[in-house]
């Protein structure tokens, strides 16, 4: 049974509900989960929540989830709570320092394609003979090479290589860059906002965070 039977009972909702919410709020004030967060996403987190307190009740999670998409109130609140695990700040800490060692690796291939200066050990033996090969073919080839692209990139390596590192802040307004924008840009001098003044491009409204959604 996942949504109850005519003959039965309706499922215990308000009950499961506010499980559910208790459950995230203690998350809130625990650390066990983080190390997973910052690895895997709160996703898996937040999954297992419901399989715990679902199950027992003979419901499925998914069943959870489509009361949230019908009900904008419960799910405001579980969305609350998500979002505040993700700002933990030793969650954001962890992530951050996961993404800048991922940026300093992509930044090194990355460089090697634009200046066919070979990457550090490190980068290299994480490759496999196929990619090795094919990063190779295409450094020798010049096919890469971009003028404009290979002084930023040179110019996020510097950063990375400081103590502290100044890698992730924004050169203009002093903020952290939100952690997508480095996923797509790892070379990227500011934020999205600073940026597009950089460019002269009409200003935007600021930089949503973006929000925590998963159903």
Not at 59 to 66: E, G, K, V
Not at 102 to 128: C, I, R
Not at 160 to 176: F, I, N, R, S, W
Request: proline content about 11%; aromatic content about 6%; charged content about 25%.
């Amino acid at each position: 049974m996942t949504n109850g039977s005519p003959e039965g009972p309706p499922p215990p909702w308000p009950d499961i509900h506010r499980t559910v919410l208790s459950t995230l709020d203690a998350l809130a004030s625990s650390t066990g989960w983080i190390p997973t967060a910052a690895t895997v996403g709160i996703e898996p987190i937040f999954e297992r929540v419901l399989q715990q307190i679902c199950e027992p009740q003979g419901l499925t999670p998914s069943a959870y989830i489509d009361l949230l998409t019908r009900d904008a109130t419960l799910r405001g609140e579980v969305q609350k709570r998500l979002a505040k695990l993700m700002e933990n700040p030793a969650l954001v800490n962890m992530r951050r320092e996961a993404q800048r060692r991922e940026a300093e690796h992509q930044l090194h291939v990355l460089h090697y394609l634009l200046s066919g200066q070979k990457p550090p050990d490190w980068v290299w033996t994480s490759l496999d003979e196929e990619q090795q090969e094919q990063l190779r073919d295409a450094a020798e080839s010049g096919e890469e090479k971009d003028p404009v692209l290979l002084p930023r990139v040179q110019g996020a390596l510097r950063k990375l290589a400081m103590t502290p590192t100044p890698y992730g802040q924004c050169e203009d307004c002093g903020t952290a860059i939100l952690l997508e924008r480095l996923q797509l840009v790892p070379w990227a001098e500011c934020c999205a906002a600073c940026q597009r003044k950089r460019e002269g491009v009409p200003d935007e409204p600021p930089e949503p965070q973006v929000p925590v959604l998963y159903f």
